[in-house]
């Protein structure tokens, strides 16, 4: 297996984050420029208002999984999550921001919420039953979806996407 990046994978770990960023990047697809759509022109799920100094035109598949994996896998130490988990709190980070998905771990496995993922936290997910913890995070992402000013809009694609995810996660989960 490769990375896409295309270097050849060698960990578990490395196998963990290829799975989930193709998954990411099927939900997030190529090019979108919807003036409804707050973050403006996206490109692989990159958008113009996050990255504003960033070519979005231009930026390559490998590019996007780079900022991916800087930006959102690192910070939630997707590498010391359960890979089922690991996945679903990447596509959390990605569409509600990093922040956000690590204080909705922090809720879930009843720690202090600082939205920062540190020991406590690593060690509550451990005890924790992940499919418990996947259903009960997806469950939050639905509520705030359904809150959202522009469900209407969007809100076909987002329950989808949540979809999807039960089905990602009652495969990994066998």
Known sequence: MT???GLATTSPAVDT????IDR?????????D?????????RWGISQKTYPTLDIRKLTRAEAIALYRRDFWAPIQ?????????????????????GRAIRW??????VAVDGRLGPVTLAAIRTADEARLIERLLALRLELYAEHDQFAAFGRGWTRRIAANLAYAARDLR
Do not use: Y
């Open 24 to 32: 990411v990047l099927i939900h997030e697809g190529g090019d979108a």
């Open 3 to 5: 990375t896409p990046e």
């Open 78 to 98: 997707g590498d010391a999550l359960p890979p089922a988990l690991a996945f679903q709190v990447l596509d959390a980070a990605v569409n509600h921001g990093v």
């Open 105 to 110: 771990l922090q809720r879930l496995t009843g």
């Open 17 to 20: 984050f290829v799975r989930a």
């Open 34 to 42: 919807d003036p409804r759509d707050a973050g403006g022109r996206t």
